[in-house]
Every structure is written in C-alpha cells, then in structure tokens.
C-alpha cells in the first residue's frame, strides 16, 4: 500500500474529519486552505460591514444583495474550474471544485435566508411572491437545483448514485448558473455592469465546452483569442440592442461607448481582456512544455 493510501485507510479507520484544506490523502493542503480563506473573506466583510452600522438602515436589503451577489460570482467561478484546468494543464484546481460549488451554494442560501427575515418571517408571503414573480420563481429554481447538487457532492453520495447517474446530475450545474444570471438581470430595466460581465463570463465559458471538442479549442492560443473576440462582440453587441430596445436610443450609439475609455471600460473589454490572459497564459505554458522536452532530448 503507497503511503498516500495508508494516510486514507488511517482516516477512515480513526474516523478523522475531511476537513476542507486536507487533500484526498489527509494531508494540508495550502491550495485549499488558501482558497477557504478566500471563499469565507466576503462573508466575513459583509458581517463586519454589518457590526459596524454602514448600512443600519438598510441592513436586510444589503444581505441580501450581498450574498446574492456573491453566491453567483462563486457560482461562475466554479464554472471556470475545467476550462482552466485544460488549458493551464493544471491538475491540481480540480480539488477545488466541490469546495467552490459548496460555497456558492451556502452564499445563496442565505441570500434566501435573508429575503425570509426581509419578510418578517411569513412563509406563505414568501411563497406568494416566488409564485407570483417571474425573477423569484427563476432565483428558487435554480437554488433548488443548485440544493440537490450540494446534497449529492460528498464522495458517499457519489458512489451510492453511481458516476453516470451523478455526473447528469451535475451537469444541471450549467442550467443553474444561467438560471442565476437571469435572476439577476431581470433584477433590472437596464444591463447593469456586472450581471452583463458575469453573463459574458458564462457565455465564454459554455462556448469553450461545447467547441473544445469538436473545433479543438482546449489549449489552442488562437482559438481561446478567437473566442474572446467573438464573445466581447456578442457582448456589446447584446448590451446595445437591450438599451434600444427598452429605452429606445440609438444603438450605434451605445456601441461607441465602449470605445470610450474616460470614466470605464464597458464589460465587453474585460472579457476580452481575460480572455487574451487565457490565451497567453496557454501559450507560455506550450512554450514552457517545449522548452522542457527540448532539454531533455
């Protein structure tokens, strides 16, 4: 037995916690334990927020946005996970990626939580406004949802459904993730800044998984610059098409103002920008590969 499979049967025999930064194997892991810190740092700096009576008279409105708010930002990011495994060849993310969808998962909850206390407590309104708004009934789906996903994530539950049956399962987490971004949305009139980044974040990455396979984009350099280009397009493009059409103003108009960079970049620009960081991490990382192997030969 390999020592890493003695460290596992040991847990299991004395019954040591899986605690969030050990690695499969029992051990720290400062990866995780790192990324523990930061998934906990929002909710500390909201609770902080709150002792400290900024928002004393908005206190229920703030906790709710805020977790809200970041319950899908870790949602998306948990999206990121594979893509970012295949294309930085880094094994080592993936043990991240229960811990992220978990966190994205409590965030949400207690968004819900929140809006309950903002209801006083009264269940039956609650339940009328989910029924009766559009935007409610979008955010509960998805929760509930993203509900069984948290309660199906422990290695038990995975052996117990089986790895087809789980991964089916699992898959709903790209239902969820664009569930919550309209939840969001619909939140607004007008594109808002970030709901139309997250958007175009979710966009990107779903184009990836469905054309790394069949246009080989995985750790293509052009291709993942192609793709940025194309969804920074759709996202300006799409950001002045809904201002037209909700306020009427002229179009070519809203286009232009992603050119003008005095007060900000317009969320087109960052999606492209992160993606060329994507495309040239890929690169060096091909040319890193390149390197090695010529040394060794």
Known sequence: MSRPQAAVAARTAFRLPAMPWRDRAGRFSPLK?????????????????????????????????????????????????????RILDWAAIL????????????????HLCAYVLDQKFDLARVAGEIVLRTY????????????????????????????????????????????????QSMQFK?????????????????????????LEIGRSPLRLALLSLLVALG????????????????ATMVLRANLDFEYEFRPAWYVLFGGLALATAAA?????RMVRRARVH
């Open 33 to 85: 334990a790192a990324t523990l810190v930061l998934l906990v740092l929002p909710g500390v700096w909201i609770l902080a927020s709150l002792a400290m009576g900024r928002y004393s008279a908005l206190a229920t409105e703030y906790l709710i946005e805020e977790t809200g708010a970041w319950g899908i930002r870790i949602l998306i990011l948990s999206l990121a996970v594979t893509p970012f495994r």
């Open 95 to 110: 043990q991240l990626r229960r811990m992220v969808g978990v966190a994205a998962f409590v965030y949400l909850a207690l």
């Open 136 to 183: 409610l009934t979008i955010g509960f789906v998805g929760l509930s949802l993203l509900t069984a996903l948290a309660a199906t994530s422990t290695d038990a539950m995975i052996k117990r459904l089986g790895g087809r049956r789980w991964r089916m399962l699992h898959r709903s987490v790209y239902l969820i993730g664009a569930l919550a971004i309209l939840h």
């Open 190 to 214: 007008l594109p808002e800044f970030e709901p139309t980044l997250l958007g175009a974040a979710y966009a990107w990455l779903m184009l990836w998984r469905a054309s790394s396979g069949r």
């Open 235 to 250: 996202t300006a493009l799409g950001e002045a098409t809904w201002i037209h059409l909700a306020t009427g103003a002229d």
């Open 284 to 288: 060096a990382r091909g040319l890193f």
